[in-house]
């Protein structure tokens, strides 16, 4: 019984950090010979930008960061009648 409820405790622990993780806006993309590499972990265009002026490469926005929720703009779309 004192198992399935230390177990259970993990679970729900485990399931609500996990549902907070949020991927770092920015990647670094690094070039060389050997095709380079990219590390995604800068949460400001400034790390990034610090990182690669020592090493060479660029800074890109991460692909697989989730946009936060907002208004979307409207988009007017006129029909020209010719």
């Known amino acids: 019984m004192r198992t399935i409820a230390i177990a259970s405790f993990t679970f729900t622990t485990l399931?609500?950090?996990?549902?907070?993780?949020?991927?770092a806006p920015w990647c670094a993309h690094y070039g060389g010979r050997g095709g380079g590499g990219?590390?995604?972990?800068?949460y400001s265009f400034q790390q990034c930008m610090a990182?690669?002026?020592?090493?060479?490469?660029?800074c890109l926005p991460n692909q697989f960061e989730i946009?936060?929720?907002?208004?979307?703009?409207?988009?007017y779309r006129r029909d020209y009648r010719y």
């Open 67 to 75: 946009q936060p929720q907002g208004e979307r703009r409207r988009s």
């Open 15 to 23: 399931l609500l950090c996990a549902s907070a993780a949020q991927a």
């Open 38 to 42: 990219t590390n995604c972990g800068f």
């Open 51 to 58: 990182t690669v002026s020592e090493i060479g490469g660029v």
